[in-house]
């Protein structure tokens, strides 16, 4: 397979409090297959997915980084819109939602609480709830995965590596910063997925590290450490949006070297 079929699609790129901008979440595609990683914090990710040029009937692999509202609200609503096909007749096969267990019990118990009795018997049989531990190695499609905690003290979360069709390696780290724990899995990779809450020359103003987060200036210095060739920076705040593409790759560039992607809302970027 051509690794040019190779893509990120950020479907949102901000931060939990944005309103410029969608939160973060994205499509990783492949000429055979496409995960949605994430889905933002409500019904808004229906458009954005429609924006994208995707179907809903195109999704059966959904991985969940954690249970936070800016990243698993949405995923009810993909779960809720795709058992309305299924029942509609028009989605075949099933939609696989991975996670750790505190996103798979979440994810359930607010579809049980919120969604009809003919949607919620869905579960099981079309709509597949794949609970994963640490280290878990697996296949999504022609995507290999291995999940990983990213430690977090605020809210248990899993990163992950992916090896694409052709060889190319791509490390999401979650929205916090690289634990160093986690440095030997993402060492090395082609493509390192950071979270940068804003620059570093603002951090008194955003407050990344009471949040847990990161500055660009921050990300740089952690992929120059990891050696990786290419660094993708999301999870923004949403006020310098206009000046984002040039202000936060110029930081990060202070002490990495490689490539440096900040990308915009429904971008799409070949790996």
């Not at 924006?51 to 779960?79: C, E, N, P, Q, S």
């Not at 309305?84 to 996670?99: D, M, P, T, W």
């Not at 660009?216 to 984002?244: I, P, Q, S, W």
Request: hydrophobic share 40%.
């Amino acid at each position: 397979m051509d690794n040019n079929s190779n893509k990120i699609i950020m479907l949102g790129t901000g931060s939990a409090g944005v309103t410029r901008c969608y939160n973060t979440c994205f499509f990783l595609k492949t000429a055979g297959t496409l995960l949605l990683v994430d889905a933002g914090g409500g019904n808004g990710i229906i458009s954005q997915i429609e924006k994208a040029g995707a179907r809903l009937t195109d999704i059966h692999h959904l991985f969940i980084t954690h249970a936070h509202t800016d990243h698993i609200l949405g995923a009810v609503w993909v779960v809720r819109m795709i058992m309305q096909r299924v029942l509609n007749g028009e989605y075949k096969g099933c939609l696989n939602v991975y996670g750790n267990d505190k996103v798979i019990s979440t994810l359930r118990q607010i579809c049980l609480m919120t969604l009809h009795k003919n949607f919620n018997a869905l579960f099981g049989s079309h709509i597949m709830l794949c609970e994963k531990t640490s280290g878990d190695e697996f296949c999504v499609g022609d995507i290999r995965i291995e999940c990983f905690d990213i430690l977090s003290e605020k809210e248990k979360q899993y990163g992950f590596r992916a090896t694409m069709p052709g060889g190319t390696t791509l490390v999401c780290m979650g929205d916090e910063p690289c634990n160093r724990a986690n440095y030997p899995i993402a060492r090395g990779a082609d493509w390192l997925m950071c979270e940068a809450f804003c620059l570093y020359k603002d951090r008194d103003v955003f407050k990344p590290y009471e949040k847990f987060h990161s500055t660009a200036m921050d990300a740089g210095k952690v992929a120059a450490e990891l050696g990786v060739k290419n660094l993708l920076l999301y999870h923004t705040e949403d006020k310098t949006l206009a000046t984002r593409k040039t202000e936060y790759p110029r930081e990060a560039a202070i002490n990495f070297k490689g490539n440096i992607f900040v990308p915009d809302d429904l971008e799409t970027i070949d790996i």
